[in-house]
């Protein structure tokens, strides 16, 4: 979900290395199973809350008592680690060459974004309507072109786009001057009503202080020491805390409880079992885009056929949904590869001309 390249490595390495690409252009950032299992988890939250909300939307759970706490509090930091891990990931290369940046965020950010989202979604309209709540089945292909390029189809990976596209010509700028602006700037407009520019103001604090934390990547790998374990436990009791007490609505204090989260869950990703962080977390962490974009679709099968097994049972609707929501993508994902499809999520144009221009 990040401009992290989900296809380029296999999962083989905890060492971080910066080397040059064939072309020798760019820096390319070897997979690391820690990132990909953060990915991963973060990407489980973002369907379980999903399937959670809607749980609570058709009245199968209390909406006002214990879920929507567990609601609320999923949704603190699971999208701001995405983001944090964007800006680790983003910065370097975007560095040492704008314009390859520039072509491998549209590769893959926009294309999968504009191909699913709009094409996929507007071509197979008549299936896709049945599992989508908007846009509606009369609306036409110039509005939903409005729509998809004001980020209305898919709030997250426009932002993540139109983030990474601004930071580009002003990357070389330390990256805690651009944190400290995107921070007065999310404080100062919280209140304008900006659209779509909303989101963008508000989680950009986080993309530019992963962009912040590059140059200590190889810091953030933790051993099997205790400490950050118990460190991170003791970030998520107090998110925990800062929700109960309601201090979350402070713009401040959710900008602290995100970067914390995040944090947080890179330390206890680690500290899994390598069967479940690098044999579970780690692939759907690879797949995470893919999982991003087509989890509507496999939710809204997953919550029928629970639906007619077990009825409006919480407990199997939260269970089996997200698992299908979850599984399902990650399968499609794993067939485009294999069968030699992997445009279906990330187009590979750039990297075709710079090696018949090498």
Known sequence: MSSYNHKDF??????????????????????????????????????????????????????????????????????????????????????????????????????????????VRTAVLPFAIAFMSSPPPDVGWTTRLGLALTGDLSWFLWTLYVMQIILIPVARIPAWILLSVSIAACLSLQNVPLGPFGALTRFLPFLLFGAMLRPVLDQLRVTNAWSPLLLSIAAFVLLGIALILGWTIWTPVWLLCGIVGSLASIGLVQYLDKPIAEGVLANLGVASLAIYILHPYFQAVGREFVSRIFGAAPFWQLLLTTIIAVAGPFLVWRLSQRFGMPWLFRLSLSRKIRKRLS
């Open 10 to 119: 296999s999962i083989q390495t905890d060492r971080t290395q910066s080397r040059r690409s064939m072309a020798g252009s760019s820096p390319v950032i070897e997979r690391l199973v820690w990132i990909d299992s953060a990915k991963g988890l973060a990407i489980i939250l973002v369907v379980f809350g999903h399937v959670l909300g809607g749980t609570m939307a058709r009245g199968w759970l209390d909406s006002e008592g214990l879920f929507k706490h567990v609601y609320d509090y999923i949704y603190l930091f699971h999208m701001p680690l995405f983001f944090m891990i964007s800006g680790l990931l983003c910065i370097e290369s975007m560095r040492v060459n704008p314009l390859n940046a520039l072509i491998s965020r549209t590769e893959s950010i926009a294309w999968p974004y504009l191909f699913w989202e709009f094409l």
